[in-house]
Antibody, heavy 125, light 108 residues
Framework: EVQLLESGGGLVQPGGSLRLSCVAS????????MSWVRQAPGKGLEWVSG????????YYADSVKGRFTISRDNSKNTLYLQMNSLRAEDTAVYYC??????????????????WGQGTMVTVSS | DIQMTQSPSSLSASVGDRVTIICRAS??????LNWYQQKPGKAPKLLIY???SLQSGVPSRFSGSGSGTGFTLTISSLRPEDFATYYC??????????FGGGTKVEIK
């Protein structure tokens, strides 16, 4: 069964740091790009960061650029999100998501086909 | 970044109704548009990819259409398990993926 399991969330003070982990199983982890998506309480979905299958390419939303770092350890089938200089507005459920690519008339299209259950991050004093 | 705007933000409908949700992109994204369903306390679930392709296992009452800047998600006959929030997402700009604000489908 394809599965993603996040951990590492919790309560942290403003300006603090936290590292999230996402362990993947049931698929060839190194083959797929991965992303982190968050959802503030009562709000919509916000893409946070993405990383290629090899880890060579990384991408960030402007709201977290310079504060968050995405990485992966393919030997451990694990995705990470290092979050520094945390702010109250970073409070959210953080999901990891598998980036599935299919081809339509030879053109690649991607979507998030597998999601973890989410881990809650609360930034508050 | 490409902005995605959904309408309406919420709607009330009855079981058996036909429901249409609209998603507009701030610039042309061809068919790089996905739809997700999210129920309270749960992770989102992929319904439609590439604007109109039905994800495996998703009931055929769900359909998607559109290209360029305008897209629709249609539920042909609403069932009780379809009451949820629906999000569109553009995959045109892989360095800056964005979601729509969501449409909550409630029971009338």
């Amino acid at each position: 069964e394809v599965q993603l399991l996040e951990s590492g969330g919790g309560l942290v003070q403003p300006g603090g740091s936290l590292r999230l982990s996402c362990v993947a199983s049931g698929f060839t982890f190194t083959t797929y790009a991965m992303s982190w998506v968050r959802q503030a309480p009562g709000k919509g979905l916000e893409w946070v960061s993405g990383i290629s299958g090899t880890g060579d390419s990384t991408y960030y939303a402007d709201s977290v650029k310079g504060r968050f770092t995405i990485s992966r350890d393919n030997s451990k089938n694990t995705l990470y999100l290092q979050m520094n200089s945390l702010r109250a507005e970073d409070t959210a459920v953080y999901y990891c998501a598998k980036d599935w690519i299919t081809r339509i008339r030879g053109v690649p299209h991607d979507a998030f086909d597998v999601w973890g259950q989410g881990t809650m991050v609360t930034v508050s004093s | 970044d490409i902005q995605m705007t959904q309408s309406p933000s919420s709607l009330s409908a009855s079981v058996g109704d036909r429901v249409t949700i609209i998603c507009r992109a701030s610039q042309s994204i061809s068919i790089y548009l996905n739809w997700y369903q999210q129920k309270p306390g749960k992770a989102p679930k992929l319904l439609i990819y590439a604007a109109s392709s039905l994800q495996s296992g998703v009931p055929s009452r769900f359909s998607g259409s559109g290209s360029g800047t305008g897209f629709t998600l249609t539920i042909s006959s609403l069932r009780p398990e379809d009451f949820a929030t629906y999000y569109c997402q553009q995959s045109y700009s892989t360095s800056g993926l964005t979601f729509g604000g969501g449409t909550k489908v409630e029971i009338k």
